[in-house]
């Protein structure tokens, strides 16, 4: 996908449906599963503890569900494909619809984010609400570390 400026709300909403772009690929280590429990108090050891967690059916330690999804919102992850600057005031995060872990990231492993437009709403003449599926690809496995519907909104 070539990258492209979107610049109004009428070119977005022609965007529904279709995939904005994937990120470059991130490793996640046992460095950052360790911040995130001492940030979190989530020192459960299939996080924390490669020798206890190696015991388990993962094999190893495994990031967080809630570690993964608090990465869509990472810097870190710089995507390719369309970039959205409707010239707003402030842009937020308003939220999630539906999120779902089908696989556990282990560590040592790396992941990336797939986006997709799902609705464009406009709130009056003082904002715009979209609707987007963010979807954590582990790298070399089949199914998704994590699929979450987010809502954003763009204030003018």
């Known amino acids: 996908m070539s990258a492209s400026v979107v610049r109004s709300v009428a070119e977005l909403k022609e965007l529904v449906g ?3 772009g ?3 690929w991130l490793e996640i280590t046992q460095e950052r599963v360790n911040m995130f429990a001492d940030a979190t108090g989530d020192h459960q ?3 924390v503890d490669p020798e206890r967690a190696a015991q388990t059916f993962f094999g190893g ?3 967080h569900g809630f570690l993964t999804l608090s990465l869509l919102a990472s810097e870190e992850f710089k995507r390719e494909g369309v970039e959205i ?3 707003g ?3 937020v995060n308003y939220g999630l619809n539906r999120v779902r872990f ?3 990231v282990r560590v040592g492993k790396r992941i990336r984010v797939r986006t997709k437009l ?3 709403e406009e709130l009056g003449d003082y904002a715009v609400q979209t609707t987007t599926q963010s979807t954590v690809e582990i790298e070399g496995e089949d199914k998704p570390a994590c699929v979450a519907e987010g809502v954003g909104r763009t204030y003018f």
């Open 18 to 20: 279709q995939e904005l």
């Open 89 to 91: 005031k402030m842009e």
């Open 45 to 47: 050891y299939i996080h």
């Open 22 to 24: 994937v990120t470059d």
């Open 118 to 120: 799902l609705s464009v």
């Open 85 to 87: 600057d409707l010239g």
């Open 61 to 63: 330690t495994v990031a």
């Open 102 to 104: 089908p696989a556990p």
